[in-house]
């Protein structure tokens, strides 16, 4: 089952904090987050494995609780280049490993 | 390294027709995914295949599609006949074994007329 994402859409202003929330419902075994302009294909950001970590890059940084089934994605200090779509994908433990199945994604656009 | 390869980048067809999408994957990954992005429907796994092997074709949509991994370096996913409903943006995803990473290529855009 695809994983639901909130919200479909953010607007930014240069500077600014965002926060993409990605929920399924069924246990998770990995959420991996990818961004994606348009015309260009997705690119890997980050993974996060069941364990309840969380990690980041740079001023990008995610969670995942696994209780929950939820993985966030937080953008600090938003920058023009953070623009594009985000997906989640999530890899199942039942039946789904190794493959991923992804949100419909959340479309940010940072303005100056 | 070059990353995943996929060709033709754009495809135009008229309905009936038989396409063939090509995908290189990344050196000594030994997984292989073909995805379908559309507006309404979103990115879906289509197909993946592990060391050439079929695994889940689960997401592939009807009979008319089908894809091919012949050997470790090269796969096709092929559409006989295609519909309008076909056009989309086909990406290829590979992976390797150690890390749980998948790398996309550009895709091709396919349009049915």
């Known amino acids: 089952q695809q994983p639901v994402q909130s919200p479909q859409a953010v607007i930014l202003r240069e500077g600014e904090d965002a926060v993409i929330n990605c929920s399924s419902s069924k246990a998770l075994y990995s959420v991996h987050w990818y961004r994606q302009k348009h015309g260009e294909a997705p690119i890997f950001l980050m993974i996060l494995l069941k364990g309840g970590e969380q990690k980041g890059h740079d001023k990008i940084s995610a969670s995942f609780n696994e209780k929950k089934q939820q993985s966030s994605l937080y953008l600090t200090a938003s920058q023009l280049s953070y623009s594009g779509t985000y997906f989640c994908?999530?890899?199942?433990?039942?039946?789904?490993?190794?493959?991923?199945?992804f949100g419909a994604g959340t479309r940010l656009a940072v303005h100056p | 390294d070059a990353g995943v390869i996929q060709s033709p980048r754009h495809e135009v067809t008229e309905m009936g027709q038989e396409v063939t999408l090509r995908c290189k994957p990344i050196s000594g990954h030994d997984y292989l995914f073909w995805y379908r992005q559309t507006m309404m429907r979103g990115l879906e796994l289509l197909i993946y295949?592990?060391?050439?092997?079929?695994?889940?074709d689960s997401g592939m949509p009807e009979d008319r599609f089908s894809a091919k991994m012949p050997n470790a370096s090269f796969s096709t996913l092929k559409i006989q006949p295609s519909e309008p409903r076909d056009s989309a943006v086909y990406f290829c995803?590979?992976?390797?074994?150690?890390?749980?990473?998948?790398?996309f290529g550009a895709g091709t855009r396919l349009s049915v007329l």
């Open positions: 295949f592990n060391n050439n092997v079929p695994i889940d």
């Open positions: 995803a590979s992976r390797g074994l150690a890390k749980n990473i998948q790398y």
């Open positions: 994908g999530t890899e199942g433990i039942s039946g789904g490993y190794n493959k991923l199945i």
